[in-house]
């Protein structure tokens, strides 16, 4: 089997660890408000406000597990033969064959409603398509490019052997 190499956005990957490390915290501090208003001889508005503030916990853990689990999942597979990039929820999972592929270029795209642009490889298809590398993001269109991003993308063009491109004039809009 050929050799995988697996690229993350450090950031997101950060960020996934920490929000599934806090997330199962949140329903515990609900049940602790709960026992702590339970046991304890407050007034009523205490004890009310402490179970609203354990069901606002409770339904939170989710809105925080969900996102991290989702941050974790996004990355870029290579192999010498293929690049597969497991994107963002709404672009999906995208796959292309090495000889597929006419190149790799730094685009500026942007996500949703931002009010900027950032830089994202692109991977150009010889039939005309193509897919972006959204875990490969990088900085503003209007900020200098990171060097950590120029050699991610260099690295996985030197593993498939294609040319590509650093101009990123080119705009695209979101998909």
Excluded at 116 to 126: A, C, E, G, I
Excluded at 139 to 148: N, Q
Aim: proline share 6%; glycine share 8%; net charge positive.
């Amino acid at each position: 089997m050929a050799e995988e190499h697996v690229y993350r956005r450090q950031k997101s990957k950060f960020a996934g660890y920490f929000i599934l490390a806090v997330s199962p915290v949140i329903p515990i501090v609900g049940i602790s408000m709960i026992a702590t208003a339970h046991g304890a001889q407050y007034n009523r508005g205490f004890i009310w406000i402490s179970y609203a503030f354990a069901v606002f916990c409770l339904l939170m853990f989710p809105v925080f597990l969900i996102p991290g689990a989702r941050l974790l999942r996004m990355r870029v597979v290579v192999t010498p033969d293929s690049v597969t990039a497991h994107n963002v929820e709404g672009r999906g999972v995208h796959q292309a064959a090495r000889e597929d592929i006419e190149s790799i270029d730094l685009m500026s795209t942007s996500y949703g409603r931002s009010a900027f642009n950032v830089r994202v490889p692109y991977v150009k298809l010889k039939d005309g398509g193509g897919f972006f590398l959204d875990c490969l993001s990088g900085a503003r269109e209007d900020m200098p490019i990171k060097p950590e991003q120029l050699a991610q993308v260099n690295e996985i063009r030197t593993l498939l052997k294609v040319s590509g491109s650093d101009a990123f004039h080119v705009h695209l809009p979101p998909h």
